[in-house]
């Protein structure tokens, strides 16, 4: 079974594989994607969900001799052969994450590929058929060679042994009813079992013309071109009775994967894999080390002894991080940071809910004060829910690259690795990829892209479009030529493309990153493999399931500019000093954020060249309201995202500011949280305190509310504010105080 992750060939998306499995009560399915891993942490982690057993695996390539061997073969020489590989266990897991990541590493030429050595070194636990007629035995087989055939065969069943099946396939592609015979005769002959497979590259028989469009986008053919690759119309999702009835006299092969199903047994273990931080002699383990660090941070941030609140706040962080086990996780942190910083490489100071963290702020890992700031650590490290904090790091753009370097040195060249990304044809790129295939002009297909708006937050699908826009629906009305267009880029929209690096996700593990997750390559933009870069094949959300300890290192070109700024001012004056005080500065760092001439600037427009606050949205909105303090920068930074936007909020947020509306309470207790933003829900931590002084709720529960509506979880939004209606009420809040309010929240 092929999916999306078998870039442009596969066509399923994995929910619709696992629908379909479970419209056919099918009690197990196989993934099966060409030489990669892509999908299989999000297929295995869906198809459990349905109550479908999954099946991991992929469909390799071999080479017929030397994985490393890329010298041209002579004429009818292949490649490659492909070859079916299924994770029976944990260990056939794990091998086959070794065999998946070697085929990039060590044997890609045009695919990557394994051979017999490999093959054999990390057998255990994987079950393996002959595939498809690409396979060695089929290769074989049809070429007359059964010598060939049987020896391939002999030697996969010894390696694998009781774990190889030889494979047929129930499609009308031509020669495969001759070679599926050929397969039964070999079975006979050596005595070896016989299975039967569904070779789906799309998910209904209808959608083969689509899946012909996708084949043509890969290839960069055109539809009509007589001379292209094609596939067969049967290589969709069929039903057992479909399989059945293209085998009547042989049963056993599909009472086969019956048996191959009952053989898996893998379930993933929830486990966190952060790399051991060298502590020094004299501390007994990274959490002893990390607290004698943080303590001492903390003492030059607030003074010795620590005030009472501090303290207390420093040893109730301590205790959650001590307790979660990821003392080693801020260390590594703290360290990476600490030598970028030792190293004149400019540093952010901070962004996401990591500057929450007394801790961080402690460490330098942040240079915000959460306590000045009123900011959250259960936002960062939710103690009854927990999961691997994620901190986001900004460096300056030029040097980004010496800090990941700095972090592959201490942990290992191999232990430290770059993150997948896959980008997708959207509504406007699938119009124009499909276009291209079917004869368009691409002035043609540019015109019709325009017409789907694709602004953040008002972005259409194609078909929202053809629906809903009236001059996108009369062009499908149009003409044959103009449905098709529509009716192809529909079927493909949201299928994966390609796959990128992330710009800024890196991530660390405890050794080699593919004793954990399979890796990949990306090719240099010459496509040549020197220097190929390591990447993770699980993106940012499959690898934080997985347990793995990733790290955004954003490349902020902000920073840069900052930096050159000072030592040009530097360089010109001879000093870094405010110009109408004469007041000194150290650092860039030490410049405080009242000064009143910024403010003037900003409120009249000034924001030229400021981090995220360059649009003419957020210009209007800091000069409407008179810009005059820092706190004004963090409202309006909030302020200006789609939804306050649409709810009015920020125009209420202004005005009332001004004092051109009156501020109001809808109760009593909130005075305190909403003061500094004028009685508007403004920040996700007011959500939060609302949540904990009206509700009840813990602050470890009031983040469970506040993520749900952050991501937008409508099924969790309805049952968390349920909940919070229900305790105000029982804590005698008005009951349309706390509904008005739960409807804010959403």
Known sequence: THSEYSLLDGANRLSDLIRKATEFEMPALALTDHGCMFGAWNFHKMARKEGIKPIVGMEAYVAPGDRRDRSRGGPGDRAYYHLVLLARDLQGYKNLCKLSSIGYTEGFYHKPRLDREVLAQ????????????????????????????????????????????????????????????????????????????????????????????????????????PNRMKYDQGLYFKNADEIAEQFPTNPEVLENTLEIAD???????????????????????????????????????????????????????????????????FLITADFIRWARDNDIPVGPGRGSAAGSLVSYALGITNID????????????????????????????????????????????????????????????????????????????????????????????????????KEVKALYKQDDRHRQLFDYSMTLEGLARHSSVHAAGVVIAPGPIDDYVPVSTQRNSNGSDDDAMVVTQYDMNALEDAGMLKMDFLGLKTLTVIHDSVEIVKARHGKLANPDTGEEYATVDDIPLDDPAVYKMIARGGTAGVFQFESNLANDKLRSMGCDRFEDLVATNALIRPGPLDSGMTDVFIERKLGRQDVAYPHPDLEQILSPTYGVIVYQEQVMRIASELASFTLGEADVLRKAVGKKNAELIKSELNKFVERAVGRGIDEKIAVDLAEQIE
């Open 122 to 225: 990390y057998n255990e636990g994987i079950i393996v058929s002959s595939a498809c007629m690409a396979g060695e035995v089929a290769r074989h087989l049809q070429g007359g060679n059964q010598s060939g055939a049987r020896e391939a065969a002999e030697w996969y069943a010894n390696v694998f042994d009781g774990r190889y099946y030889l494979e047929v396939q129930a499609h009308g592609t031509p020669g495969q009813a001759e070679l599926n015979q050929q397969i039964f005769d070999l079975s006979k002959e050596i005595g070896l079992p016989v299975v039967a497979t569904n070779d789906a590259h799309f998910c209904t028989a209808g959608d083969h013309e689509a899946h012909d469009i996708l084949l043509c986008i890969g290839l960069g053919k055109d539809h009509d071109d």
């Open 263 to 329: 053989t898996v047994d893998l379930v993933f273990e929830k486990k966190y894999y952060v790399p051991e931080f060298p502590v020094p002699e004299d501390h007994d383990n990274e959490s002893d080390y990390l607290e004698h660090l943080a303590l001492e941070g903390a003492k030059e941030r607030y003074g010795d002894p620590l005030p009472l609140e501090i303290k207390e706040r420093f040893d109730y962080e301590m205790g959650v991080i001590k307790g979660t086990g990821y003392a080693g996780y």
């Open 370 to 469: 959460p306590i000045r700031f009123d900011l959250l650590f259960e936002r960062f490290l939710n103690p009854e829910r927990i999961s691997m904090p994620d901190i986001d790091i900004d460096f300056c753009y030029e040097r980004r690259g010496e800090v990941i370097d700095y972090t592959r040195e201490k942990y290992g060249k191999d232990a430290v690795g770059q993150i997948i990304t896959f980008g997708t044809m959207k509504s406007r790129a699938v119009i124009k990829d499909v276009g291209r295939v079917l004869g368009f002009e691409p002035s043609e297909t540019d015109r019709i892209a325009k017409l789907i708006p694709n602004a953040p937050g008002q972005a259409f699908t194609v078909q929202e479009a053809v629906d809903g826009l």
